[in-house]
């Protein structure tokens, strides 16, 4: 199994639908964090938590929001979605602060029609 | 804003030559540097990591990083078809701060 997974792999939705992308880890990493990746733009963070009770946001919050259930699982939700949310989201683990590199998901592939 | 820059590409290397990938970063605070492999569709790969000005070297990839340049590089020896793909560089926050800053990326081709 894949240290760290994301369900789903590929979603359609429609405009305005509420939508929640997860991610789930075994890696007993702390630190999780959300990108979104869009062609041009590179990878942006959106939200990062350090443990269940550490919520942060990232450069891109507007329009989603997190939630952090257990050290392992980390959602993603768009509460109303729109078409310029369509983009691959990636979710991350670390095991420390800035000395330690990120472990990925295999990404989320979400349009919104 | 903390920025990290690299040439998007496409950059074409011959089979067997050394590839080499450039990276500058803004945040003079950084201490800690990243390179990634992602394939198209592919989530991002750690493949090197350095903290200290210099070379590292882990098989045919050398890292290299100047702190005083804020410059950071990537070679690939004997490049492989397989190599190709996009890098991508990512630099740490200064200051103590968490969290990574990625540069767009340099898709690199490796022509048989």
């Known amino acids: 199994d894949a240290d760290v997974t994301q369900t789903p792999r590929n979603r359609i939705t429609k405009t305005g639908k509420r939508i929640m992308l997860e991610c789930s880890q075994t890696?007993?990493?702390?630190?999780m964090y959300w990108y979104r990746q869009d062609p041009g733009l590179g990878l942006r963070l959106i939200y990062y938590?350090?443990?269940?009770?550490?919520?942060n946001k990232g450069e891109i919050s507007d329009g989603y929001s997190v939630s952090r259930q257990a050290q392992a699982k980390f959602s993603l939700s768009l509460e109303s979605a729109i078409p310029n949310q369509t983009a691959l989201y990636f979710c991350?683990?670390?095991?420390?602060?800035?000395?330690?590199?990120?472990?990925f998901g295999s990404g989320t592939r979400l349009t919104v029609v | 804003q903390k920025e990290v820059e690299q040439n998007s590409g496409p950059l074409s290397v011959p089979e067997g030559a050394i590839a080499s990938l450039n990276c500058t970063y803004s945040?003079?605070?950084?201490?800690?540097f990243f390179w990634y492999r992602q394939y198209s569709g592919k989530s991002p790969e750690l493949i090197m990591s350095?903290?200290?000005?210099g070379d590292k070297e882990d098989g045919r990839f050398t890292a290299q990083l100047n702190k005083a340049s804020q410059y950071v590089s990537l070679l690939i020896r004997d490049s492989q078809p397989s190599d190709s793909a996009t890098y991508l560089c990512?630099?740490?926050?200064?200051?103590?701060?968490?969290?990574?800053?990625f540069g767009k990326g340099t898709h690199l081709i490796i022509q048989p």
């Open positions: 991350a683990t670390s095991a420390g602060p800035h000395s330690f590199g990120y472990t």
């Open positions: 890696k007993g990493h702390d630190r």
């Open positions: 938590s350090f443990d269940v009770k550490d919520i």
């Open positions: 945040d003079r605070g950084s201490q800690s």
């Open positions: 350095i903290y200290s000005n």
């Open positions: 990512a630099v740490s926050a200064g200051g103590g701060a968490d969290g990574l800053t």
